[in-house]
């Protein structure tokens, strides 16, 4: 079975974009501790979430969100 690990670069994006995780949360709709989870792996997300990040963060899903599969 294909295991796939989500890593994030929201965190140095959003110090580029001087935003806190809470700013970042209220810019999608979400939570402050919503925004840790998904920054530290611990969260699934949705592909609507990912966008909304993305383009918060003036980023394509790509660039945001690396897929690290392992076969």
Known sequence: MMQVTLK???KELRARHDLTQEQLADKVGVR???IGHIEKGK???S???AYKI???LESSIE???IFDRAD
């Open 54 to 56: 993305a383009t918060a």
């Open 32 to 34: 402050r501790e919503t």
């Open 47 to 49: 592909l609507l979430l």
């Open 63 to 65: 660039e945001v969100f």
């Open 43 to 45: 969260y699934n997300l």
């Open 8 to 10: 994030t670069r929201i």
